[in-house]
T-cell receptor, first 114, second 116 residues
Framework: SQTIHQWPATLVQPVGSPLSLECTVE??????LYWYRQAAGRGLQLLFY??????ISSEVPQNLSASRPQDRQFILSSKKLLLSDSGFYLC?????????????FGPGTRLLVL | AQKITQTQPGMFVQEKEAVTLDCTYD???????LFWYKQPSSGEMIFLIY??????QNATEGRYSLNFQKARKSANLVISASQLGDSAMYFC?????????????FGAGTRLFVKA
């Protein structure tokens, strides 16, 4: 069965510090991968998605970046965090199916920027 | 314009009763998919149920069913026999074609409170 891992679970970082959040998927090959951000009490905002190694699409211009160095690894990064980067970051994976493509989510990382 | 609208920020239901969470959507794609997710306080998003736009029957998964009314563009989630563990945020989502491929869009969510 497939599983998705995210770490760390919680992170407190000062403004201007770098960020690296990691997501890995097990039990599937060549998945689509996604990074979402959820502000407190709000819905999900798609940040990045990837259909393959090295292929990253950005949905929202910001100071974050994403990379996919391996088939089942997706990394969210920032060189300098802003206060507005605080939120709950969710990674998701899906198998490639046009309309029936169900996304399955990881446990998330809570980021607080102070 | 909102693609996915969940008009109920919060809902209360008595344990063991049924509850309906509303979701309306807007798309010009004739073929699309509709999803519901549950997010408990732990934060994890849990997939509940899927409905394809061409599916003739309403989707059901255990105590969850999707009341799909295509002409009205609504995809309400019905939870039967509510349990205390059903207290959570619920998100409706739609997958449709857009420039460059397909995209999944999430609603703002409805918080469900189940009372003992």
């Amino acid at each position: 069965s497939q599983t998705i891992h995210q770490w760390p679970a919680t992170l407190v970082q000062p403004v201007g510090s770098p960020l690296s959040l990691e997501c890995t998927v097990e039990g599937t090959s060549n998945p689509n991968l996604y990074w979402y951000r959820q502000a407190a009490g709000r819905g999900l905002q798609l940040l990045f998605y990837s259909v393959g190694i090295g292929q990253i699409s950005s949905e929202v211009p910001q100071n974050l970046s994403a990379s996919r160095p391996q088939d089942r690894q997706f990394i969210l990064s920032s060189k300098k965090l802003l206060l507005s980067d605080s939120g709950f970051y969710l990674c998701a994976w899906s198998v490639v199916q046009p309309r029936e493509e169900t996304q399955y989510f990881g446990p998330g990382t809570r980021l607080l920027v102070l | 314009a909102q693609k996915i609208t969940q008009t109920q920020p919060g809902m209360f239901v008595q344990e063991k009763e049924a509850v309906t969470l509303d979701c309306t959507y807007d798309t010009s794609d004739p073929s699309y998919g509709l999803f519901w997710y549950k997010q408990p306080s732990s934060g994890e998003m849990i997939f509940l149920i899927y409905q394809g736009s061409y599916d003739q029957q309403n989707a059901t998964e255990g105590r969850y069913s999707l009341n799909f009314q295509k002409a009205r563009k609504s995809a309400n989630l019905v939870i039967s026999a509510s349990q205390l563990g059903d207290s959570a945020m619920y998100f409706c989502a739609m997958r449709e074609r857009n420039t460059g491929g397909f995209k999944t869009i999430f609603g703002a969510g409805t918080r469900l409170f189940v009372k003992a």
